[in-house]
């Protein structure tokens, strides 16, 4: 489950280098902060109980860490890519396709959207081919905008991150 930022309150961007040197502080004994630093307070607070789970984790977290802070930081970039997207929308224009399907994403929740809602609910320009909207969606999964997953009845569906 993730927690939104309280109203007013802006999530800070997490680094890469904080990261690691938190996570150099285990071989001190101290394991588990760079997962509080990503966000990460139920496997941090796990971590820090375990000595890093036996300082297995502690040593995958070295390979993982750029993960763990891309993951932290995911919020964010939604957040600004939707904030540059109504900047800069004419008002009496189409909103541009990933907008529409982030905003159908968001709508959806963690119940996730199908290709065939994003059909049914995006606005698009006559003789616009099917084939753009699944590429918008491509796209968005690369930049990490949206996620893929399946829904208790086997179908792909998206969702936010």
Not at 91 to 119: E, I, K, V, W
Request: aromatic letters at 8%; proline letters at 7%.
């Amino acid at each position: 489950m993730k927690r939104a930022a309280a109203p007013g309150m802006r999530l800070q961007r997490r680094h890469v280098a904080p990261g690691y040197l938190l996570w150099a502080l285990g071989l001190f004994g101290v394991c588990g902060l760079q997962r509080f630093y990503a966000r990460k307070p139920l496997s941090g607070t796990l971590w820090l109980l375990t000595f890093g789970l036996c300082y297995i984790g502690q040593l995958v977290d070295l390979f993982l860490i750029a993960e763990l802070v891309d993951q932290a930081n995911q919020p964010l970039l939604l957040q600004d890519a939707l904030a540059a997207l109504e900047a800069g929308a004419p008002a009496n224009a189409l909103p541009p396709l990933d907008r529409q399907l982030l905003a159908l994403a968001r709508r959806a929740g963690p119940a996730g959207f199908t290709y065939n809602d994003a059909l049914l609910e995006c606005q698009l320009p006559r003789d616009t081919p099917r084939a753009r909207v699944r590429d918008e969606i491509e796209r968005l999964m690369h930049d990490d905008l949206l996620d893929v997953g399946n829904d208790d009845r086997g179908r792909v569906v998206y969702r936010e991150p």
